[in-house]
């Protein structure tokens, strides 16, 4: 099995390494001066996936202020969700919000937007900007510590279209994102998601592939993060 660790450090990236179970097969360095060129170097191609990577999309000053605000003005809730017959709470605090009443629903749970408030316009005008892509919905995911988490799974609701786009956004501790293809088991990918940074996923990633925020034993901070997409008004939940 071969992994593929990215590792970031004040929103740069530093250091990429392929792992076996055994032995370390290839490193590189980036250079902070031509980080935005290099960077995609550092993201593997994999098969029946688009993956990019941005670790400074937003700078730190302004992802400090929008941390803050966030954290203290989303209306938070902790759904319950149901395993193997029993119901538990959800790993982590969520929030929807959207431009249309549209709802939104993943593993039997059923969210109604909230209001699209000032800062969520903020990051949604400057990812239209940089990505020519129209969003009309954000997932907002608050992990509290190291306990909170997100199981593998992909995005693939119906009403998500046939190969949606989803742009993540990370504000707070750095943790670990991982993806696994879901027949070529060999193929596995980890990125550790800065303070500030974006991830998109395009194209039939979600088709063939699925990812995770796993727990961790480490002390962490609070991390939010903010998935955008596009919800179908025609394959909205309830309709």
Request: aromatic share 10%; glycine share 4%.
């Amino acid at each position: 099995m071969r992994d593929f660790f990215i590792f970031t450090k004040n929103n740069l990236p530093t250091t990429c390494v392929l792992f076996t179970k055994k032995k370390q097969l290839k490193t590189k360095t980036a250079n902070a001066k031509t980080m935005l060129e290099l960077f995609d170097d550092f993201i593997p191609k994999l098969p029946d996936a688009t993956i990019k990577y941005y670790p400074n999309f937003i700078n730190a000053k302004e992802a400090d202020k929008l941390f803050e605000l966030l954290i203290d003005q989303i209306p938070w809730r902790n759904d319950p969700i149901t395993l193997f017959g029993k119901t538990y709470p959800q790993p982590r605090m969520t929030s929807l919000h959207g431009h249309t009443t549209d709802s939104y629903g993943y593993s039997n749970i059923v969210m109604q937007p909230n209001h699209m408030s000032k800062p969520l316009l903020d990051i949604e005008k400057k990812l239209k900007a940089f990505t020519d892509e129209t969003f009309t919905t954000v997932l907002l995911n608050l992990y509290r510590n190291g306990n909170d988490s997100n199981g593998w799974h992909a995005d693939n609701e119906k009403e998500l279209g046939k190969n949606p786009v989803i742009a993540s956004v990370s504000l707070g501790a750095p943790r670990f994102f991982s993806l696994k293809h879901n027949t070529k088991t060999s193929q596995r990918l980890k990125i550790e998601l800065s303070h500030g940074s974006l991830l998109l996923m395009e194209g039939t990633t979600q088709h063939f592939w699925k990812h995770q925020i796993a727990k961790t034993a480490k002390v962490v901070a609070p991390r939010i993060n903010l998935t955008f997409r596009k919800v179908l008004k025609e394959h909205s939940v309830g309709r």
